[in-house]
């Protein structure tokens, strides 16, 4: 069974930093792409960063200049370092990630975690 664990999350001042990380564990043979998501009450859910296997990343707007996402595949795990955080990012963040399972052939699900609490606030 596969399982996203994030940690990291907590209250943080406005201009504040925060560094979350995801790690994945289970009978795991590979993992494609990871990301971190973002929900505050009442909005949908958004992506925040992505990156790829070959690490390539991706963010959105709101947030380029001042995220960055990495990965430890040593370690199964993603990290999101923010930083100059603002009260509006207050928010559940989630992370997804897409893994292989199985042997000679892999069969690819999206997982997700259950997510940690950020709140910026003064």
């Known amino acids: 069974q596969v399982q996203l664990v994030e940690s990291g999350g907590g209250l943080v001042q406005p201009g504040g930093s925060l560094r979350l990380s995801c790690a994945a564990s289970?009978?795991?043979?590979?993992?494609?792409?990871m990301g971190w998501y973002r929900q505050a009450p009442g909005k949908q859910r958004e992506l925040v960063a992505s990156?790829?296997?070959?690490?390539?990343?991706n963010y959105a707007d709101s947030v380029k200049g001042r995220v960055t996402i990495s990965r430890d595949n040593a370690k199964r795990t993603v990290y999101l370092q923010m930083n100059s955080l603002k009260p509006e990012e207050t928010a559940v963040y989630c992370c997804?990630?897409?893994?292989?399972?199985?042997?000679?052939?892999?069969?690819?699900?999206?997982?997700w975690g259950q997510g940690t609490q950020v709140t910026v606030s003064s």
């Open positions: 997804n990630a897409y893994i292989g399972i199985g042997g000679y052939v892999l069969r690819y699900s999206s997982y």
């Open positions: 289970g009978s795991i043979s590979s993992i494609g792409a």
């Open positions: 990156i790829t296997s070959a690490e390539s990343t």
